[in-house]
């Protein structure tokens, strides 16, 4: 009975402090970083871009595993090993670039779409 009060007391419950190694503080911080590189590589005065510009940061987002995928493949040419090393995380790298590839070139995701892109547009994807 006295929780009942005391719920009844408070009316509204508060919000729950997120404990910083918790799995939400995780999510929040990965979100946030995330949400960080996607500013980093826009510039803050530019209102619109073109569809050059935005084609140019749509390549530049796809060649973002380059740098991994090379450090496989240094690990791989290394002489006296035996099999492939991170086969698997390079065969998924390999199908998420030609995945977005497709969607990029065949439907055309910005290219036909939009003449120009605001920068708000382009923070929202």
Do not use: W
């Amino acid at each position: 009975m006295f929780y009942l009060t005391l719920v009844a007391y408070r009316g509204k419950q508060e919000k729950k402090v997120i404990h910083p190694y918790s799995r939400k503080a995780a999510q929040l911080a990965k979100e946030a970083h995330k949400q960080e590189k996607k500013e980093n590589h826009l510039d803050p005065n530019k209102i619109e871009y073109t569809k050059k510009e935005a084609g140019e940061l749509i390549e530049n987002y796809m060649c973002r595993f380059n740098a991994e995928l090379e450090q496989i493949e240094l690990q791989n040419s290394i002489k006296g090993r035996q099999g492939r090393q991170h086969g698997s995380r390079e065969a998924v790298i390999k199908q998420t670039i030609e995945r977005e590839r497709q969607l990029y070139e065949g439907y055309g995701i910005v290219k036909s779409l939009y003449t120009t892109l605001s920068n708000n547009n382009i923070q929202t994807y």
